[in-house]
């Protein structure tokens, strides 16, 4: 086909086959990329220039083609396994899948304690919830390192400002959300964002507190509030506030019972106060298979959310056997999507109607 919009030919250049020529490009790129992550299972292989590394140098061939048959009266063309191609990159990208990454608030408390300590600035351990968001604050907006280049960390410390260094060093698509299990106190939050920043993270990452235990979930709107109150916090979101309720911990806590309960009024506090504050709230469900972790039928746990929580998404995990139980088979695999799918829609257009408190 030689019809096509000036931004093809341009991108094709001098070619009588303007769409083979730019998706030829692609096509060795594809290679290339594919090449490389094959080498690189055996040992460290450096990049070579034609490699993919952003999910927009595969997109922006296709819409060019895309938008370029529909310019030119092609839309029947550009419709069929053109636009089955890019919904499947849109969806898998470059990267099939996101990874998160998590890790206990305990961990970080530790790591910052012996910077501190190492600074002498004193042990940050120590210090009160106000003394740390004060501390963290300030050094978030202070353009200049905290750490000496000749800093020596414990074994436990390096881990996690590697942790951080390899957060840097990957493809921003190719990670979700960095989760924060045991989270208690706005300065979770604020602690990971400062090692973040310390270890070369440029690029906005979601850092999200799970709230595991009684007390957490019960603190967990006041934590969220003083968050999003704080000056400067509202700019390094760069969108949703997401926010993980705990499942398991919670229900050995307190029972199963007394564990809804308090994810439910969780919630219920969490999106009054992202409303109020015109944040996008994002809930991600830590459930599991049996019903101490918050198993059950997922259409009936959709819907049992409380209004506002599902607002057209709803995040959660599938752990161990079930996602082989759920997702092993094809049909099987459909099946639970389209339960997922419905539940959602139906929570999102009519959502169930609040507890009475009578």
Known sequence: MQQASDAIKAKAGDSAEPYRAVLK??????RATRNWAHASLTATTPAPADVLHNNRDLLDPLELCFNSLHECGMGVI??????????????????????????????????????????????????????RI??????LNNRRPLLPAHFKPSADTAEVLNTCKEIAA???????????????????VLAVQLL????????????VPLF?????????????????????????????????????????????TAAAWAQYRAQERLVE?????????LLFHGRGGTVGRGGGPAHAAILSQPPGSVAGRFR????????????????????????????VLEATLLPPPPPDTD
């Open 212 to 256: 595991e235990t009684l007390a957490d979930l019960d603190n967990a709107g006041p934590v969220m509030e003083r968050l999003l109150l704080l000056p400067g916090y509202r700019a390094r979101l760069q969108g949703p506030q997401e926010v993980m309720i705990g499942y398991s911990d919670s229900a050995k806590d307190a029972g199963t």
């Open 316 to 343: 959660t995990t599938e752990q161990g056997e079930m996602i082989r139980f759920k997702f092993g088979l094809p049909d099987i695999a459909e099946q639970n999507l389209n339960l997922y799918l419905g539940a």
């Open 134 to 139: 004060t501390f963290l604050t300030r050094e």
């Open 196 to 207: 973040l920043k310390e270890s070369g993270v440029l690029r906005p990452m979601r850092v």
């Open 273 to 281: 106060i992202c409303r109020e504050q015109q944040v996008e709230l």
């Open 78 to 131: 550009a419709d069929g396994p053109l636009l089955d191609c890019l919904r499947r990159a849109v969806t898998f990208g470059l990267f099939l899948v996101r990874l998160d990454v998590r890790q206990d608030s305990s961990r970080h408390s530790a790591a910052m304690t012996e910077i501190t300590d190492y600074l002498g600035l004193g042990r940050y351990e120590d210090w009160d919830e106000e003394q």
């Open 170 to 188: 990957a493809p921003g698509a190719s990670l979700g959300s960095y989760v924060i299990s045991m989270a208690g106190a706005a300065s979770d």
């Open 25 to 30: 490009q692609l096509r060795e790129r594809l």
